[in-house]
């Protein structure tokens, strides 16, 4: 039976894999989540990963299939009263059914225990399918827009991105 706990430094790699395989290359267009097309290079590495999993302000939650395979990720960061949801990433094969929903709920139970009474999340701005499945779950555009990390961290865009801030009371 599929699973959500909090993952540790040993799921890293397999996070890591995970995570690049849902935004980035060939294997994210497999999904209807993928970012290859807007930004290129990869989304998260080793280094990055193993940095939230000693931030005491962050958790990363995952999903495991009957198998213990890691199947969804999810990024939040206690920043009260508000609970930072990032790094949301759904194996391409499994996309649309029910892991992204089920890491959803599991990050507003999760806000609830650290007090947080808003989730808040940035999407990219022309990523209109996403944003309307995060609409159909409460989420709402703050009006609040911001740009696209310039540093290079999380890939490199491929045009123009902005952010929008989509929050959720609780």
Same mark, same amino acid.
């Given at each position: 039976?599929?699973? $959500?706990?909090?993952? &540790?430094?040993?799921?890293?790699?397999?996070?890591?894999?995970?995570?690049?395989?849902?935004?980035? +290359?060939?294997?994210?267009?497999?999904? @209807?989540? &993928?970012?290859?097309?807007?930004?290129?290079?990869?989304?998260?590495?080793?280094? =990055?990963?193993? +940095?939230?999993?000693?931030?005491?302000?962050? $958790?990363?939650?995952?999903?495991?299939?009957?198998?213990?395979?890691? =199947?969804? &990720?999810?990024?939040?960061? %206690?920043?009260?009263? !508000?609970?930072? %949801? +990032?790094? *949301?990433? %759904?194996?391409?094969?499994?996309?649309?059914?029910?892991?992204?929903?089920?890491?959803?709920?599991?990050?507003? %139970?999760?806000?609830?225990?650290?007090?947080?009474? =808003?989730?808040?999340?940035?999407? $990219?701005?022309?990523?209109?399918?996403?944003?309307? @499945?995060?609409?159909?779950?409460?989420?709402?555009? =703050?009006?609040?827009?911001?740009? *696209?990390?310039?540093?290079?961290? *999380? +890939?490199?865009? !491929?045009?123009?991105?902005?952010?929008?801030?989509?929050?959720?009371? $609780?």
């Amino acid at each position: 039976m599929p699973v $959500i706990t909090q993952a &540790t430094l040993t799921d890293v790699p397999e996070l890591n894999v995970l995570v690049n395989s849902a935004y980035r +290359g060939e294997s994210s267009k497999r999904g @209807w989540t &993928t970012e290859a097309d807007l930004i290129g290079g990869a989304r998260i590495d080793e280094q =990055t990963l193993t +940095g939230y999993m000693n931030d005491e302000n962050i $958790i990363i939650l995952k999903h495991t299939d009957e198998d213990g395979n890691i =199947t969804g &990720t999810v990024y939040l960061e %206690v920043r009260t009263p !508000k609970l930072y %949801v +990032g790094m *949301f990433s %759904v194996s391409p094969l499994l996309q649309n059914k029910g892991v992204g929903r089920a890491l959803i709920e599991e990050a507003e %139970v999760y806000a609830r225990k650290y007090n947080c009474n =808003t989730l808040t999340m940035t999407v $990219i701005s022309i990523r209109s399918e996403l944003i309307s @499945w995060y609409e159909r779950r409460g989420y709402k555009p =703050t009006g609040e827009i911001q740009p *696209f990390h310039a540093h290079g961290r *999380f +890939g490199d865009a !491929k045009q123009h991105i902005e952010l929008i801030v989509m929050e959720k009371d $609780i």
